[in-house]
Nanobody
Framework: QVQLVESGGGLVQAGNSLRLSCAAS????????IGWFRQAPGKEREFVAS????????LYGPSVRGRFTISRDTAKNTGYLDMNDLKVEDTAVYYC???????????????WGPGTQVTVSS
C-alpha cells in the first residue's frame, strides 16, 4: 500500500517554472514506477510523464516533452516534476500516481494522490 500527496502547485506566469513534489509513504515506494497526470476542467485525465522504479526509463506526453522533467529521490520517498516554460494550456490539477511498471494509462495506476492545482496566467 502506498499513500501519495502532491505539493508545489500554485499560480505562475507563462514562461516561468514550477516544481511539483509527490511525497510517498510506504516501505516499498522505491519499487514502484511513478506517473504524473493532469486534468483540466471539462477534459479527460492526461498523461504527463512516468518513470521506472530505477529511474532508467522515462516517458513524456507530447505536449510537455522537452519542457518537463520527471525525477525521484528514493531516499526521501519523493517524486518530482520540474515544469519549465509553462504555458496557459498547462493549467490543470496535477496528480501523481504509482504502480508496478510504467504506463501512460491512468486506469492502470492503483495509487493516486489528491492532486495539486497549477494555474498559468498569460
Amino acid at each position: 500500500q502506498v499513500q501519495l500527496v502532491e505539493s508545489g502547485g500554485g499560480l505562475v506566469q507563462a514562461g516561468n517554472s514550477l516544481r511539483l513534489s509527490c511525497a510517498a509513504s510506504g516501505r516499498t515506494f522505491s519499487a514502484y514506477a511513478i506517473g504524473w497526470f493532469r486534468q483540466a476542467p471539462g477534459k479527460e485525465r492526461e498523461f504527463v510523464a512516468s518513470m521506472s522504479w530505477r529511474g532508467d526509463y522515462k516517458l513524456y506526453g507530447p505536449s510537455v516533452r522537452g519542457r518537463f522533467t520527471i525525477s525521484r529521490d528514493t531516499a526521501k520517498n519523493t517524486g518530482y516534476l520540474d515544469m519549465n516554460d509553462l504555458k496557459v494550456e498547462d493549467t490543470a490539477v496535477y496528480y501523481c500516481a504509482a504502480r508496478f511498471g510504467t504506463s501512460e494509462l491512468p486506469s492502470e495506476y492503483p495509487y493516486w494522490g489528491p492532486g495539486t492545482q497549477v494555474t498559468v496566467s498569460s
